[in-house]
């Protein structure tokens, strides 16, 4: 069957594609367009001993982009866009070497041949696989730190919206949290928590060379590998960036040969994922009855009343069916001297709430051209553009849990209602609040490699980045709680400019057969300048037209803020093998960054590593047979991180918000400034083992690492009499202790049958070993209701919920009793249900009865019974404990793919375990809180009623005594098991495609969000927290989507 | 390697060289601290700086520390905290925040430093002008460590501006009796000597406020003579008057109109965004955290007291919540006349902080103290009947008892939600015998104040005290 499919016919339609090839370069004013034109003539005058052929995957389909090398030389071609190459060797005992990433290598011996016909097979992992490292590559064999390499293939299998979102769960110690919202981000954690501020514990990514906060312009299409450097040996090129991991992100480049053209589409549909009890209207008069305390009330029953004589199902009334619409559209090719890639996506998606919704454009051209073997100039592109209406969540799905179900949705003349009785329509917020944003982004890149002799090559570039945002907010009258109505708006600009330059030397040499040296050093600079303001209207003319000149400006809500900081380094890095069997890695960074005091603005950054490759040693030669490859990896370095406000080290005066009597106002900065302020510095160490049994079919790899953060960039709080609040120090320390452990193998190959698994486990231990004087501190809620509190405390972990613990609820006004340790007393009562005194274990007990009290009163039936930790009579602050915790004790992924003949089945399971989540969504429903937001339908029917009641709901009471503490009662298990994603591929056989003039064609169905076992009570235990002081708190989060769609994928 | 090793010096040499200037970075929408005090203009724009933030200090405190303990005011059930009504302060309750004060302490000291240094650098400035700013900054910083002491008690002494971070910033609190004799007074009297008596802004601390302080210092010390002289010296400026009954209202709504304010905080909620008392007393978009109490209503809504004019202008009697005050409104009624309040993001209050009336009734209640009772009546007189009421006659308040009963509760309804009932009652050493029977009214197992006066005073706020480990909490809170 291969050799039927090894004749392709890539010519037939060349005329056709190389005019869209050519017109599209022409649009983009590229000006070696003539290089272009002349490339594909064959050199003429063949020697005897050249030999061509066609390389294929396993399922026939042809393989551009192989290396093609002659054994022990060092030269070599590539294959073309249809998997064809013709390379001169020195005779017919050569042998080559077939080589691509994600492949395993192939070697051949050429013989007599002159056609040769090759096909590979898709490796687990393949350990001559380069991996990019940053400012340069490496192959994965030689690698002494730990760096997880993710390719293009397995990406593509999970069609995602965003890059970050096909990251979930494909490498160990980086846990991707994704966002239900439609066009959000997913937050990425490497390896735990490592200091107390948001941006301070993302990590750096890397584009192509170019340094970034974040890869959400990146097109998930257009990206040819990722890497994520996590140990300090690794990340620590990148110094002052670095403590939280490096993303090295590489895009596609072309294939030489004739222009391939790729179209694909994906429609998917998804519905609300979960959908949750909420009281109806027969529940909502329960609960009034219970309010009002008299069995005959129940709001107005009345049914000609139109505003309270609904029953609305809201959820049903706010979501719809979820649909994406995904096309991608790109040529790439090259000819000898020059190659291009260029693509398109757009994507609408229409989020699961009415009128959420984000739709983006996304454009790159990537070209590289290298007029001799000594010079090569490279330039990339890229513009997108997003936009987006971001609807407010909680005023719109949570307040669809709030609002009671018998209030009117509709007036009866079919118009949206605004306002009743305190609560807001849900529906007309979604369909009438605007919060609508216009992004726009740009970049362009240009770089020259020049190689001096073959081992020293000097690489020089320069990036400009160009972002723009537009907000527009507006809240019409009708959503006005105001007497008279109002309505209201703003619209925001920002706009960024960054610039890079980079310069540095890679060295490249092995000496003799044994000795590879490779060496680095480089120079980098960047400066970020943003510009933004915000105005504010209120009063608009007309409600359609919403631009400022329809209102009146507000000067207290319109700002203007400008800012910008730069950086500087210095870098170098060299290495030293031995045979492959013994590695040695050492790096050094010097940056600087006006972020910091003038006494501290330059920080240097060491790291070494060591690697064994043991499986090299004579003694290990017994092993030959099933363990085929072990390196044990030891590195320790140090990493920084720098992300603070600009001028947090200077003292400054504010000015532009306090006016008086028509003078505007200059004050200090609430934060006064710290001109010793340095970077924060983490110290990481880490073990790794590298296995790969029979024949790389099994591939291990685990790694222990010990992360300590200390010098913590950290806003210390001042005594209030100085007239400051804070100030930014450098103090505290935080310890991270993890084991990662990837396994990777194909447990069955067959002709016409393969499956690939692979699994990831990650568990950390974060710790807060030191703290400003050592004092532990409350963040969130430091009052006794509402929402969630932590405790920071030397010892503990970020993401301890602290509050009270219930214990029960009090069945009996008389159940508040307790002996003199404070046990408590049963009381009994006669069947008349007359009290009858206590008995204690059973026995008559005679002695003292204590009771407690709560906010000074005395605790009754119905009342919450919260464990009285410091034993006296009273429920306060010292009865506070860790109630749990927020971060997973571990989380792992499972990835399969199964291929048979023409169809290929994939699917993902994802795990986080152990975490606990501060259900405020519920919280806010259940605390009795508001007259008008009505609790859960298990609320209202096990409340407290009468005495005697058992259950774990307390009474309905106006006046409080503290039962609705911050407490355990909504602190719920956040585990889960999800099957995330799910694709049945099938790719037609190559004589079909041809029929349809395609090289290639495959369709596939996709499925996101399938299953989730979780005993989480609210939409989806997977949410984002952005704090890693505040973390795994629900506020009503967007809820999550179940999606299944149907694409498309066509090569011509 | 050579020429590796030859273009990395240079490379790394061009870096280092250019590199100190490249990482040099200016705040661009505010200003370096060494860049300021330079001119007039610095001055005029760091006094408006330290006003604004008696806005902050004023905003939602100004009801919390001096009307919401009293018997003015309830909770509102489920939209504010019955601790304030009921004796059940604790660290973590609004208004236990000392920081808003400080604040304007800091800006008052900064001023104090840096005046000086900007007279040295422009010699061309009216002298006059730099003490009047001067006395600004004194006066505004007395009148906040007096707010101190009434609230608090002992509280940290700072007299220079805290503008380094070598500088100790923990210190322990200072005994009332100190920072009254040895900062309060003394900043006064500084005040005094180098104000500017032809600047009579009613937004601006000038010289009327001096002496509003010192007399109602002297009377929180029971110094009635010296209450008494400072009042004669406030008189003697000519300047205060009582406001005609007619016009009583701009006391609230146009403070710069009458002859009566002193002093009073400027708001535009345009620059300023919305006075925070409104989401207490009343806006158009939200409940009221404050209800009125039964006592100020019961007063104000019987049809014998129709003539009091503050009633109907103080409170919103159509509302039967109780729970709005339109006293800082200017009435502005619907087609039904019924008062339409503004949202609370766009409030205008303009707080009384001192004025002619208030000055009027102490130096009655010195009078009375003193056993004057002829001066007390005719000054009570004046404020009572200029409410519209009848004179009381010589022959209804015939004892100290009485007439201190009289002058309490003319207060009580002539200075409703201005921040003055509850340190009246303190002052007067009737906090236990007004209070401790309605707090058990409001919650019958509830302690009041009892014999033990200790939580006259307010807890420090946690946050306060955890930045702070040289604070002691007020006993008996925690």
Avoid at chain 1, 374 to 398: A, C, M, Q, V
Avoid at chain 2, 296 to 317: E, M, P, T, V
Wanted: hydrophobic content about 35%.
């Amino acid at each position: 069957m291969k050799k039927k499919l090894c004749h392709s016919h890539p010519g037939r339609l060349s005329p056709g594609r190389n005019r869209i090839f050519y017109l599209l370069l022409l649009l983009q004013l590229f000006t070696f367009l003539t290089n272009a034109q002349k490339t594909p003539l064959p050199p003429r005058g063949e020697p005897i001993n050249r030999v061509g052929g066609t390389v294929l995957d396993s399922k026939g389909n042809p393989l551009p982009g192989v290396s093609v090398t002659i054994k022990s030389t060092g030269m070599g071609t590539t294959t073309d866009s249809s998997g064809k190459f013709r390379i001169t060797v020195p005779g017919p005992q050569s042998v080559l070497v077939f080589s691509l990433v994600s492949y395993e290598n192939k070697e051949e011996t050429v013989g007599r041949k002159v056609k040769m016909v090759i096909a590979l097979n898709e490796a687990a992992n393949s350990l001559n696989d380069v991996v990019v490292i940053g400012y340069g590559t490496a192959k994965k064999r030689d690698l002494a730190g730990s760096i997880t390499s993710i390719s293009a293939k397995q990406l593509e299998e999970r069609h995602p919206a965003s890059l970050g979102d096909a990251l979930q769960g494909m490498a160990a110690g980086v846990l991707v949290t994704t966002s239900a919202v439609p066009g959000a981000q997913p937050s990425i954690r490497i390896r735990g928590y490592s200091t107390f501020s948001s941006a301070g514990n993302n990590p750096l990514y890397v584009i192509d060379g170019v340094l970034s906060d974040n890869m959400d312009w990146v097109n998930p299409n257009d990206v040819q590998s990722v890497e994520i450097l996590k140990d300090a040996a690794s990340a620590a090129i990148y110094g002052s960036r670095s403590a939280n991991g490096v993303i090295i992100v590489t895009t596609k480049r072309g294939v030489e040969g004739k222009p391939r053209i790729n179209v694909q589409y994906l429609h998917t549909s998804g519905i609300l994922a979960h959908k949750l009890p909420q009281a109806n209207s027969r529940e909502v008069r329960l609960y009034r009855q219970e309010q009002s305390n008299s069995p005959t009330a129940g709001g107005n029953t009345d049914s000609l009343n139109p505003s309270f004589n609904a029953d609305n199902d809201y959820q049903d009334l706010l979501t719809r069916t979820a649909l994406k619409n995904q096309v991608d559209f790109g040529i790439s090719g090259g000819a000898r001297n020059m190659n291009y890639f260029t693509s398109i996506r757009a994507l609408d998606d229409q989020g699961l709430v009415v009128n959420s919704y984000a739709k983006s454009l996304l454009l790159r051209a990537n070209i590289e051209f290298s007029p001799s073997t000594k010079f090569k100039y490279t330039s990339r592109f890229n513009f997108g553009y997003t936009t987006g209406n971001k609807i407010d969540e909680g005023n719109t799905i949570f307040q669809a849990f709030q609002r009671p179900a018998n209030y009117a949705v509709f007036f009866p003349d079919g118009t949206l209602t605004g306002y009743i009785s305190g609560r807001r329509n849900p529906l007309s917020v979604a369909l009438l609040q605007v919060n609508r944003n216009q992004n726009y982004q740009g970049g362009l890149f240009n770089q020259i490699e020049y190689t001096f002799i073959p081992s020293l090559k000097f690489t020089t570039n320069a990036v400009v980045n160009y972002s723009e945002t537009r907000t527009q907010g507006f809240l019409p009258k009708l959503l006005s709680s105001a007497n008279p109505t109002t309505n209201a708006g703003s619209e925001g600009f920002s706009r960024t400019v960054n610039w890079q330059y980079q310069a540095f030397f890679n060295y490249n040499k092995t000496f003799g057969k044994d000795h590879a040296v490779t060496g680095l050093a480089g120079f980098s600079a960047e400066n970020t300048q943003t510009n933004s303001a915000t105005l504010a209207d209120v009063n608009y003319v007309s409600e359609e037209i919403l631009t400022l000149n329809s209102g009146t400006l507000v000067p207290s809500g319109t700002t203007t803020s400008a800012t910008g900081n730069s950086l500087a380094s210095l870098f170098g890095r060299a290495s030293y093998s031995y045979k492959g069997k013994y590695i040695l890695n050492a790096l050094v960074r010097r940056d600087g960054s006006s972020r910091f005091g003038a006494n501290n603005r330059w920080g240097n950054f060491v790291s070494g590593a060591v690697a064994w490759r043991f499986t090299d040693e004579r003694f290990m030669n017994w092993s030959g047979n099933v363990l085929d490859d072990g390196k044990l990896r030891v590195s320790v370095g140090q990493t920084g991180n720098e992300r603070i406000g600009n001028f947090d080290a200077q003292s400054k005066y504010d000015f532009g918000t306090y006016f008086y009597n028509a003078q505007s106002g200059v004050a200090p900065n609430s934060a006064v400034g710290n001109p010793n302020l340095k970077w924060e510095s983490t110290l990481q160490s880490d073990v790794g083992l590298d296995l790969s049994f029979f024949k790389g079919r099994l591939l291990v790899v685990a790694d222990y690492y010990v992360k300590t953060t200390s010098d913590m960039l950290y806003s210390r709080p001042l005594p209030r009499e100085t007239g400051y609040s804070s100030v930014r120090v450098n103090v505290g320390t935080v310890q991270n202790k993890g084991f990662e452990l990837t396994l990777t193998g194909r447990p069955l190959v067959r002709r016409d049958f393969d499956w690939l698994v692979s699994s990831n486990l990650s568990i950390e231990r974060g710790v807060v070993k030191k703290l400003n004087g050592g004092q532990s501190f409350i963040s969130g809620n430091s009052s006794d209701a509402g929402n969630a509190a932590w405790l920071i405390r030397e010892g503990g972990a970020l993401g301890d919920f602290y509050g009270w613990k219930q214990v029960g609820v009090y069945a009996y006004d008389q159940s508040n009793a307790y002996n003199d340790n404070w046990e408590r007393l049963t009381p009994n009562f006669d069947k008349n249900g007359v009290f009858q005194g206590y008995t204690f274990k059973g026995q008559p007990y005679t002695g003292a009865v204590h009771s407690v009290y709560g906010r000074s009163t005395k605790l009754k039936g119905g009342d919450v019974e919260f464990a009285n930790l410091t034993k006296d009579s009273v429920i306060d602050n010292a009865d506070r404990t860790v109630l749990g915790n927020a971060q997973p004790k571990f989380y792992l992924a499972l990835m399969n793919t199964l291929h048979y003949k023409q169809f290929t089945l994939s699917f993902t399971f994802n795990t986080q375990w152990g975490n606990k989540i501060y259900n405020n969504a519920a919280r806010v429903l259940d605390d009795y809180g508001t007259s008008n937001i009505i609790p859960q339908p298990y609320v209202i029917h096990n409340m407290w009623r009468k005495q005697g009641d058992v259950t774990d709901v307390p009474v309905y009471r106006s006046s409080s005594v503290g039962n609705v503490r911050v407490s355990d009662r909504f602190i719920e298990d956040g585990s889960f098991i999800r099957l995330a994603y799910l694709q049945l591929n099938y790719t037609l056989p190559p004589a079909l495609s041809r029929k349809m003039f395609a090289q290639s064609a495959n369709c596939y169905i996709y499925g996101s969000n399938l299953l989730t076992w979780t005993n989480y009570t609210w939409y989806d235990p997977e949410f984002t927290s952005s704090d890693p002081l505040q973390l795994g708190q629900d506020g009503g989060n967007y809820p999550r989507r179940r999606e299944i769609g149907l694409g498309i994928n066509i090569y011509f | 390697m050579n020429r590796l090793f030859c273009l990395l010096i240079l490379a790394s040499a061009i870096a280092m060289s250019g590199c100190s200037k490249f990482l040099d970075k200016k705040p661009q929408t505010q200003i370096r601290t060494s860049s300021f005090w330079k001119t007039e203009d610095d001055i005029k724009a760091a006094i408006a700086g330290m006003y604004s933030g008696m806005q902050d200090v004023c905003g939602t405190n100004f009801l919390y520390w001096g009307d919401a303990r009293s018997d003015n005011y309830f909770d509102n059930p489920k939209y504010g905290n019955v601790s304030y009504y009921t004796n059940g302060l604790t660290s973590s309750i609004n208004g236990s925040d000392w920081s808003p004060l400080y604040t304007v302490i800091g800006r008052a000291n900064d001023l104090l430093k840096h005046v000086p240094e900007v007279k040295a650098l422009q010699p061309g400035i009216d002298p006059k002008l730099i003490n009047y700013y001067l006395s600004e900054a004194y006066n505004v910083r007395a009148y906040c460590y007096f707010q101190l002491v009434k609230v608090w008690g002992d509280a940290p002494l700072w007299t220079v501006p805290f503008d380094s971070i070598g500088m100790d910033p923990y210190k322990a609190r200072t005994p009332v009796n100190d920072l009254l004799d040895k900062l309060i007074i003394p900043d006064l009297l500084t005040a005094e000597s180098l104000t500017n008596p032809d600047q009579k802004t009613v937004w601006e601390a000038n010289l009327g406020l001096t002496y509003a302080l010192l007399m109602d210092i002297s009377m929180w010390r029971h110094d009635n003579a010296g209450a008494i002289e400072w009042y004669n010296k406030l008189t003697n400026l000519k300047r205060y008057k009582i406001e005609p009954t007619a016009t009583w209202k701009n006391l609230f709504i146009a403070p710069s109109k009458t002859v009566e304010n002193i002093w009073s905080i400027y708001w535009d909620w345009t620059t300023d965004g919305g006075a925070g008392i409104s989401g207490q007393i009343g806006a158009g978009n939200t409940n009221s955290t404050f209800k009125i109490s039964d006592v100020i209503w019961n007063y104000f809504s019987a049809a014998a007291n129709a003539k009091d004019i503050r009633g109907a202008q103080s409170i919103d009697l159509k509302v039967k919540a109780h729970d709005k005050t339109l006293k800082y409104y200017p009435v502005n009624l619907d087609g039904s006349g019924n008062q339409l309040y503004p949202a609370n993001n766009q409030a205008n209050v303009y707080f009384p902080i001192y004025r002619f009336a208030d000055m009027t009734l102490l130096r009655a209640e010195a009078a009375n103290n003193l056993h004057d009772l002829p001066t007390a009546l005719a000054l009570l007189n004046q404020i009572h009947t200029r409410a519209g009421l009848t004179a009381y006659a010589d022959t209804t308040l015939t004892d100290s008892t009485t007439m201190s009963n009289a002058i309490l509760k003319e207060r009580q309804y002539e200075f409703f939600a201005e921040g003055r009932r509850f340190f009246d009652l303190v002052r007067n050493g009737v906090v236990a015998k007004v209070m401790d029977p309605l707090i058990r009214i409001r919650k019958p197992d509830a302690q009041g104040f009892g014999a033990d006066m200790r939580t006259v005073l307010w807890p420090l706020s946690i946050t306060v005290l955890n930045a702070n480990p040289k604070l002691v909490q007020n006993q008996p809170y925690n």
